[in-house]
């Protein structure tokens, strides 16, 4: 037996990565090659579907009979699952295997996506959308477990990451400027029967290209934690999305409720030692602020510029997808600054960019011109949230036990997806306290700036203690046969 662990992402400082040559030559062998390209593709596709079916929405609800005030149950549908279950399915790919459930989360999604482009109904469609939700939920934490314990060496792995990063900002930002001419051109079935072909090759493929990981003897999944967080998530995503707040009440009391579970089982779903890691505790909160700020100023800025600017949604669609696809480049070089410089130097000025580059549109009117501040701010913008994406995601799953892989990434998905979900309604209710539109979008400027500065100096502290890059201790660990 032997105690499997990943190699932290930093020295006693949390400042730097290990004392290795940064610019010295990173050789990753063909299988390598071949499992970073199936499992970085799979978050590709999944990220250009997610952003494609945003695109259709009025056109599936038209053709399933759904009225226009229903639209938001066919985002739902798909959010609840995939927030409710990541931190649960992330723990499951840790005790049964990471490979298994991504090939089930493939399969899932090719029957989801069949049954949603089929559809004639609102009941069919919603229930494609919920397998939907359920094949991120146990893809993304398996895939991204998979993904980091891949590679070895941190550099390699730091510059991955970068690349993952990189794919899913360009995987949302294709799937915007494409999916309206997708749905244009053909229909908006092909939003759903596009993924079909590429989860074919991927489910083939995966078996002969990606290990197994190893499985932990003697753990057995907590029950009562699994069900109590599960139940709270559900709760609390669905009350923020649909502004339900005894829902919202619910879920705090479930997952108060899961907290007092954790504190007393055996083998807890999570380890509240590993919750207070200074690294899975400030990463994810850092992811937290970057994709809330980002989803709640992507709102705001498309009303303005459709209600106030009168722009074409295709025109709109240019103006953030044309800064997205700049800020691809942000993933890649974002992995080599960590590998530099370590993830806390990099996450903070991430944060800082995207926070300070919402400035500048304080200075937006009712005039066209404002596009020349909006458009170079959002190259900026982006840039900084890419960084920051690709920084939280390393840091939050740093310097721990390769059998807790699945449930760090599963931490780091569960905070994206809580993110997305509630960066509209807060931003939405910010902008909408003013008088008019464009007194909200100030407001929401001044919010988003200070939030996000304030943010940098209490994440820039938590990670300042040594502790924060020492190796899990052994009794988080959890022993896995050698391989």
């Given at each position: 037996m032997c105690n499997s662990r990943v190699a932290p992402y930093g020295n006693d400082e949390g400042n730097h990565l290990m004392a290795i040559d940064p610019d010295s030559p990173v050789r990753l062998s063909g299988r390598q090659r071949l499992t970073l390209v199936v499992l970085l593709g799979a978050g590709f596709m999944l990220s250009v579907d997610f952003s494609i079916l945003n695109v259709a929405l009025p056109q599936m609800g038209e053709g399933v009979g759904l009225d226009i005030g229903d639209l938001p149950w066919i985002a739902s549908a798909y959010a609840l699952p995939a927030a409710g279950f990541t931190l649960l399915f992330g723990r499951v790919a840790d005790l049964y295997g990471r490979r298994r459930l991504f090939l089930i989360a493939m399969v899932l999604l090719i029957v989801a996506s069949l049954l949603g482009g089929f559809a004639t109904g609102p009941a069919t469609l919603l229930t494609a959308r919920v397998l939907q939700g359920f094949a991120n939920a146990i893809a993304i934490p398996a895939a991204m477990a998979l993904l980091i314990t891949?590679?070895?060496?941190?550099?390699?792995?730091?510059?991955?990451?970068?690349?993952?990063?990189?794919?899913?900002?360009?995987?949302?930002?294709?799937?915007?400027?494409?999916?309206?001419?997708?749905?244009?051109?053909?229909?908006w079935r092909w939003a759903f029967w596009i993924n079909v072909p590429v989860a074919v090759a991927i489910v083939a493929l995966t078996p002969f290209v990606v290990r197994e990981s190893a499985r932990p003897t003697g753990v057995r999944l907590d029950v009562p934690g699994a069900v109590s967080v599960t139940t709270g998530l559900l709760a609390l995503v669905y009350g923020v999305s649909l502004r339900d707040w005894r829902a919202f009440a619910a879920g705090v009391v479930l997952l108060g409720v899961f907290w007092v579970v954790e504190t007393r089982a055996k083998a807890p779903l999570v380890s509240l030692r590993l919750l207070n890691r200074p690294t899975v505790k400030w990463g994810n909160f850092g992811?937290?602020?970057?994709?809330?700020?980002?989803?709640?100023?992507?709102?705001?800025?498309?009303?303005?510029?459709?209600?106030?600017?009168?722009?074409?949604?295709?025109?709109?669609?240019?103006?953030?997808?044309?800064?997205?696809?700049?800020?691809?480049?942000?993933?890649?070089?974002?992995?080599?600054?960590?590998?530099?410089?370590?993830?806390?130097?990099?996450?903070?000025?991430?944060?800082?960019?995207?926070?300070?580059?919402?400035?500048?549109?304080?200075?937006?009117?009712?005039?066209?011109?404002?596009?020349?501040v909006i458009v170079p701010?959002?190259?900026?913008?982006?840039?900084?949230?890419?960084?920051?994406?690709?920084a939280y995601t390393v840091t939050a799953t740093s310097g721990l036990a390769e059998s807790q892989a699945?449930?760090?990434?599963?931490?780091?998905?569960?905070?994206?997806?809580?993110?997305?979900?509630?960066?509209?309604?807060?931003?939405?209710?910010?902008?909408?306290?003013?008088?008019?539109?464009?007194?909200?979008?100030?407001?929401?400027m001044r919010v988003q700036v200070i939030a996000i500065v304030l943010a940098v100096a209490v994440i820039w502290f938590g990670l300042r203690s040594p502790s924060t890059v020492d190796a899990a201790p052994a009794s988080d660990a959890v022993e896995a046969p050698s391989r």
């Open positions: 891949a590679v070895a060496d941190d550099r390699a792995r730091a510059r991955v990451l970068g690349l993952n990063g990189a794919l899913l900002s360009g995987g949302f930002t294709v799937g915007a400027l494409v999916g309206g001419s997708l749905v244009s051109a053909l229909d992811g937290v602020v970057a994709f809330v700020m980002s989803t709640g100023l992507n709102f705001v800025l498309t009303v303005y510029l459709q209600d106030v600017l009168g722009l074409a949604p295709f025109t709109t669609g240019l103006v953030f997808g044309l800064p997205g696809l700049a800020a691809v480049f942000a993933g890649i070089l974002a992995g080599r600054l960590i590998g530099r410089y370590g993830y806390r130097p990099i996450l903070a000025a991430g944060l800082l960019v995207q926070g300070l580059m919402a400035a500048p549109m304080l200075l937006v009117d009712d005039s066209t011109t404002s596009l020349y701010s959002l190259f900026l913008l982006y840039f900084g949230h890419v960084t920051a994406i690709v699945g449930l760090a990434t599963g931490l780091t998905s569960l905070a994206q997806q809580i993110a997305v979900t509630i960066g509209i309604p807060i931003f939405g209710a910010v902008a909408a306290s003013q008088a008019d539109l464009i007194a909200g979008v100030h407001l929401t």
